[in-house]
């Protein structure tokens, strides 16, 4: 034995006392080789492991480089959910990250986007509807001496800081749709949002909980900020014909049944109230001074647009063009544009002209003069704020 070979055999004596005091010396050279060739395999098998590692990862940042990239040359703001950005996008460079949400300037578009027509036609006259209402709305809230009167609802907002977006939340008036933007805009997936049980109000606030008031303060000065309006009756007939001519929750049925009891001279049992009832209750609401339920609560107290310098007021007779206007402003094209399912689509496109505006003279049919005085009352300021007229209901039901 060589002296290398015997310091190997000694450490394998060692290593191994028991097992190779028997054995002779050709089985220990045997498993002297086998252990050799265990520790190269072991060594290729490692070198192996990491080069892929290296690979992957070294794939993983140029995608990261290339993503980067694409962001930056086409100028999605901080949204950290979609991977396909910028493929087809323009932004305007509307949005403006001064203090000041100041009505958009008008900007060139250069190109027309793949995905949907940009018209610069409806565009500005986008615009010049906006600066409209917001200027017709700040005169009206002077002449009317409410400016700054009623305290901001805080509660109602729905602020996404990230995507710079505070939406006070008008029930009954496309409310649904931009419930379904901001779960989008809240990371919810869109399959899911079409599979789920859970009403999207609810996925909302899990994800945009109510704000405080100094919350809404910091997001009004940094936000574009936005309601949307609606016909005053045609949102209120809309709201009676969901919550208490057409129940469908225990809250609204138990309210439908006391007013039936209250306002009829002889209830019958699971009588549904006329929408004359209805509007007989809610005067008597007012003139004891309750508050409104938020789905007929007029505009000018819960959205109070007199102490909010507001953004934008969009409306649902104007929608669509409303929408993707305030979309564009805020750099969420890819986001959102075209995200709503088509089941809503339709019934957008289909709300302010066949269902309910169809319906506005048979019930307002209904009703006389004393409870329309009283019902506009009600209302009134929202029809001037928002640049609605209520003389046509006079027609209505002097036709009766
Ligand atoms: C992405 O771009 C930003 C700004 O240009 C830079 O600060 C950041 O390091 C970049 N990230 C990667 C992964 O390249
Ligand atoms: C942003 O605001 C600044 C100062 O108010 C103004 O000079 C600049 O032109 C604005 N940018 C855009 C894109 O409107
Ligand atoms: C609302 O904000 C805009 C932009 O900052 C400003 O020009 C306008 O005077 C404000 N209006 C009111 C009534 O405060
Ligand atoms: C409106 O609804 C009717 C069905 O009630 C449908 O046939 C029509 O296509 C809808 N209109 C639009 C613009 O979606
Ligand atoms: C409403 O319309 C009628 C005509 O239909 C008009 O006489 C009246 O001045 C309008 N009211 C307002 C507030 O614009």
Redesign the pocket.
Known sequence: MTQTERSVHVVIVEKFPRRTMTQNGTRGKRSVLKRRLVVCLKIILAITVFSLYVVVLLRESLQAIEENKSRWTSRVPKTSHHRNTGKHLIHH??K???N?PAPP?P?KPTTLNPIYEYSEEVNAAAERDFAERKNHLWDMCIRRGMVGVYPPNAWEFFISPGHGLAWCNVFKAASSSWMYYFNILGGYNLAYLQRTKTSPLELARQRFPRPTLPELADALANSISFLIVREPFERLLSAYRNKIEGFRNKYYKLLAEQIVKKYRKTPKMKARPTFKEFLTYLIHHYKSGNRFDEHWSPIYSFCTPCSINYTLIAKVETFQRDTEYIIRQAGLETLLLNKLPNKKVRAISNRSTSDTRHLIPKYFGQIDAQTLDQIIEIYEPDFEFFGYNFTKYYELIEQN
Do not use: K, L
């Open positions: 460079a509307w403006n990250s001064t000041h300037r900007s």
